[in-house]
């Protein structure tokens, strides 16, 4: 019995290690060839229903992902077979000529990002496309990517399956864009990859399965899209911003695992070899001479890291920054992040006078808010309001460590 459970666990893992590191990479090869997303993503899960039945008793294979691949395939050449009516076979063809041959672990780069940029195909709702990234490409699930875009599960599920039927029915093309192309379908990618970024950067302490890895991944995604696309500034600005983040993850984090603010984080545990990197695509992007979102949001961070130098943070040039980076995306992340640059440099009243212009509706689930929102009364010595607004936060929190934090933080007296 115990052996049993052992190979059950095994073979579970490997399954999850698949899933995550190499799912998006079999979904792109398989809709490549095949032309139909819905239809390669039901053969994957298929595929993996398969091994969780099949490697407890036959053992995991070598290459999980070589048979998985072998098994989706398997799956739409059955299905294409049962479906008389289709007339074309040359999907079916296809892949019987490479029913067992498994591509080169190097060209599943290409096949991803040649996904991606079919997802923001301008045939395909413009507000579907980039979830459609990250679900399809990227793995994200559903409850994550609305999170991310502060909608309900259920909007974005319906909004997702319109975006696939789209594709199937309009026969979208699976292949990279003309050149010409890419450019416009660029903004998309890039927030794909950005919102990749921050979920797996949410995941400091790698405890979740589904996200382990995913930050790297997104780096890696942004270092093929800047060499894609050199003459594209914000495609140097969000490399910049994700490797001035990933910089300081060494210190996100204190020797007990306890949450340590950007402020109180020992700058020696910083990466200088990343911030380098970061400051040089900050400075490609500069070239080019067209200021975007990410470029401000990269520019912001290149801020916080100067303090390794100088030693202290220049809140009115974060403040300035803050305000340029509002009018050109007004979003409620980055309204908050303005309360917050604001207060440091003109205070707390001004910090909190910005918080209050923000719809209810837009920060009644919003965890930064709250948390802001707290700190703010508390340093005004609004011990009760600010009690109330850290006891939200909390609420809304996922990580324990930052709710362990701000319940320090609520207990804490005004001094």
């Known amino acids: 019995m115990a052996s049993t459970a052992g190979h059950d666990r095994e073979a579970r893992m490997a399954a999850e290690l698949a899933a ?15 032309r139909d997303l819905a239809a390669a993503e039901d053969a994957l899960a298929d595929a993996f229903r398969a091994a969780l039945e099949h ?30 009516v289709r007339a074309d076979a040359g999907p079916t063809l296809a892949l019987l000529t490479d029913q067992f041959a498994m591509a080169e672990p190097a060209l599943f780069p290409d096949d991803r990002l040649k996904l991606l940029f079919v997802c923001a195909h301008p045939a395909i709702d413009a507000s579907a496309r980039t979830p459609l990234m990250l679900q399809t ?3 994200l699930d559903a409850a994550r990517i609305a999170a991310a875009f502060l909608t309900s599960a259920a909007a974005l599920g319906q909004r997702l399956v319109r975006a696939k039927a789209k594709i199937r029915d309009a026969g979208i093309a699976f292949a990279v864009p003309e050149q010409s192309e ?13 919102v990749a970024y921050g979920s797996g950067w949410e995941d400091v302490a790698g405890a979740d399965p589904k996200r382990r890895g995913l930050a790297e991944e997104a780096i890696w995604l942004g270092r093929l899209i800047a060499g894609l696309l050199p003459r594209e500034p914000e495609a140097h600005g969000l490399l910049a911003l994700m490797l001035h983040c990933e910089a300081r993850r060494a210190a996100r984090r204190d020797a007990a695992g306890a949450f340590v603010p950007l402020a109180e984080q020992d700058v020696a545990l910083w990466s200088r070899a990343m911030i380098g990197q ?20 990269a520019a912001i961070q290149s801020v916080h890291a100067a303090r390794a130098v100088s030693g202290r943070t220049d809140w009115q040039a974060l403040a300035q920054l803050h305000e340029g980076l509002a009018r050109l995306a007004p979003t409620t992340g980055v309204l908050v992040s303005r309360a917050a640059a604001f207060a440091e440099a003109f205070g707390p009243e001004r910090g909190l006078a910005l918080l209050t212009e923000l719809p209810e509706a837009e920060i009644a689930s919003y965890q930064p808010f709250w948390a802001l929102r707290a700190h703010l009364m508390q340093r005004l010595g609004l011990e009760a309001e600010a009690r109330l607004a850290f006891d939200r936060a909390i609420g809304l929190a996922d990580d324990p460590a930052v709710r362990a ?8 007296s005004v001094g």
Do not use: H, M, N
């Not at 979904?27 to 490549?32: G, K, S, T």
């Not at 970061?278 to 949001?297: M, N």
């Not at 934090?405 to 804490?412: K, P, Q």
């Open 20 to 34: 995550r590191a190499s799912y998006g990479r079999l979904v792109a090869l398989l809709a490549r060839q095949w």
């Open 405 to 412: 934090f701000l319940a320090r933080r609520r207990d804490a």
């Open 55 to 84: 490697w407890p008793t036959s053992g995991v294979p070598a290459r999980p992902e070589a048979w998985l691949l072998t098994t989706a395939r398997r799956v739409l050449i059955d299905r294409a077979r049962a479906q008389t």
């Open 137 to 139: 490409v990227l793995g």
């Open 182 to 194: 890419l450019a416009p379908r660029l903004d998309a990618v890039l927030q794909a990859v950005y």
């Open 278 to 297: 970061a400051e040089t695509a900050l400075g490609e992007a500069a070239k080019l001479g067209r200021i975007g979102p990410f470029q401000l949001e």
